[in-house]
Nanobody, 117 residues
Protein backbone atom coordinates (compact mmCIF):
# COMPACT_ATOMS: atom_id res chain seq x y z
CA UNK A 1 0.00 0.00 0.00
CA UNK A 2 0.97 3.63 -0.49
CA UNK A 3 0.59 6.42 2.04
CA UNK A 4 0.60 10.12 1.19
CA UNK A 5 0.97 12.60 4.03
CA UNK A 6 0.36 16.28 3.35
CA UNK A 7 1.46 19.19 5.51
CA UNK A 8 1.71 22.96 5.33
CA UNK A 9 -1.89 24.04 5.15
CA UNK A 10 -3.38 26.73 7.35
CA UNK A 11 -4.89 30.17 7.55
CA UNK A 12 -3.27 33.00 5.61
CA UNK A 13 -4.28 36.52 4.68
CA UNK A 14 -4.93 37.49 1.07
CA UNK A 15 -1.65 38.13 -0.71
CA UNK A 16 0.21 35.77 1.58
CA UNK A 17 2.08 32.56 0.86
CA UNK A 18 2.01 28.93 1.93
CA UNK A 19 4.07 25.92 1.00
CA UNK A 20 2.45 22.50 0.93
CA UNK A 21 4.44 19.29 1.15
CA UNK A 22 3.46 15.72 0.47
CA UNK A 23 5.59 12.68 1.26
CA UNK A 24 4.83 9.34 -0.36
CA UNK A 25 5.81 6.15 1.45
CA UNK A 26 5.10 2.45 1.40
CA UNK A 27 5.07 0.41 -1.80
CA UNK A 28 6.52 3.11 -4.07
CA UNK A 29 7.38 1.95 -7.58
CA UNK A 30 8.15 4.22 -10.52
CA UNK A 31 6.08 7.32 -9.83
CA UNK A 32 4.89 8.78 -13.13
CA UNK A 33 3.19 11.92 -11.89
CA UNK A 34 2.80 13.82 -8.63
CA UNK A 35 0.25 16.53 -8.25
CA UNK A 36 -2.09 18.66 -6.22
CA UNK A 37 -5.85 18.93 -6.49
CA UNK A 38 -8.28 21.01 -4.46
CA UNK A 39 -11.91 20.93 -3.54
CA UNK A 40 -13.89 23.85 -2.18
CA UNK A 41 -17.30 23.37 -0.50
CA UNK A 42 -19.97 22.70 -3.09
CA UNK A 43 -17.43 22.29 -5.89
CA UNK A 44 -15.89 19.31 -7.63
CA UNK A 45 -12.28 18.37 -7.05
CA UNK A 46 -10.07 20.16 -9.58
CA UNK A 47 -6.48 19.93 -10.72
CA UNK A 48 -4.21 22.63 -9.34
CA UNK A 49 -0.79 21.51 -10.58
CA UNK A 50 0.87 18.31 -11.77
CA UNK A 51 4.50 17.35 -12.34
CA UNK A 52 5.35 14.52 -14.71
CA UNK A 53 8.56 12.49 -14.36
CA UNK A 54 9.91 13.88 -17.65
CA UNK A 55 10.03 17.33 -16.07
CA UNK A 56 6.88 18.80 -17.59
CA UNK A 57 4.40 20.60 -15.39
CA UNK A 58 0.76 21.54 -15.78
CA UNK A 59 -1.17 24.24 -13.95
CA UNK A 60 -4.75 25.33 -13.70
CA UNK A 61 -5.21 28.68 -15.42
CA UNK A 62 -6.38 30.19 -12.14
CA UNK A 63 -3.02 29.57 -10.44
CA UNK A 64 -0.54 30.14 -13.26
CA UNK A 65 2.11 32.65 -12.26
CA UNK A 66 1.24 32.31 -8.57
CA UNK A 67 1.79 28.63 -7.72
CA UNK A 68 4.85 26.49 -8.39
CA UNK A 69 5.01 22.71 -8.16
CA UNK A 70 8.26 20.86 -7.61
CA UNK A 71 9.36 17.29 -6.93
CA UNK A 72 12.20 15.70 -4.99
CA UNK A 73 12.28 12.23 -6.47
CA UNK A 74 14.91 10.97 -4.02
CA UNK A 75 12.55 11.78 -1.16
CA UNK A 76 9.31 10.86 -3.00
CA UNK A 77 8.10 14.32 -2.08
CA UNK A 78 6.12 16.93 -3.96
CA UNK A 79 5.78 20.57 -2.99
CA UNK A 80 3.37 23.34 -3.90
CA UNK A 81 4.58 26.87 -3.33
CA UNK A 82 1.56 29.15 -3.28
CA UNK A 83 2.09 32.90 -3.53
CA UNK A 84 -0.29 35.85 -3.86
CA UNK A 85 -3.05 33.77 -2.35
CA UNK A 86 -6.65 34.83 -2.91
CA UNK A 87 -9.82 34.01 -0.98
CA UNK A 88 -10.95 31.86 -3.92
CA UNK A 89 -7.94 29.61 -3.30
CA UNK A 90 -9.62 28.46 -0.08
CA UNK A 91 -10.14 24.70 -0.31
CA UNK A 92 -8.97 21.34 0.90
CA UNK A 93 -5.81 20.49 -1.05
CA UNK A 94 -5.13 16.86 -1.89
CA UNK A 95 -1.87 15.27 -2.92
CA UNK A 96 -2.01 12.68 -5.71
CA UNK A 97 0.45 10.31 -7.33
CA UNK A 98 0.15 8.00 -10.34
CA UNK A 99 2.59 5.12 -10.30
CA UNK A 100 3.39 1.74 -11.73
CA UNK A 101 2.62 0.05 -15.03
CA UNK A 102 -1.09 0.83 -14.78
CA UNK A 103 -0.61 4.38 -13.49
CA UNK A 104 -2.46 3.51 -10.30
CA UNK A 105 -3.63 6.64 -8.51
CA UNK A 106 -3.26 7.31 -4.78
CA UNK A 107 -4.57 10.19 -2.69
CA UNK A 108 -3.64 11.91 0.52
CA UNK A 109 -6.11 12.78 3.24
CA UNK A 110 -6.13 16.48 2.37
CA UNK A 111 -4.96 19.65 4.07
CA UNK A 112 -7.10 22.75 4.57
CA UNK A 113 -5.99 26.06 3.10
CA UNK A 114 -8.01 29.10 4.14
CA UNK A 115 -7.31 32.54 2.70
CA UNK A 116 -9.10 35.20 4.71
CA UNK A 117 -8.51 38.52 6.38
Amino acid sequence: QVQLVESGGGLVQPGGSLRLSCVASGNIVSIYAMGWYRQAPGNERELVARAINDGTTHYADSVKGRFTISRDNRKNTVYLQMNSLKPEDTAVYYCNIDQGFHYTSFWGQGTQVTVSS
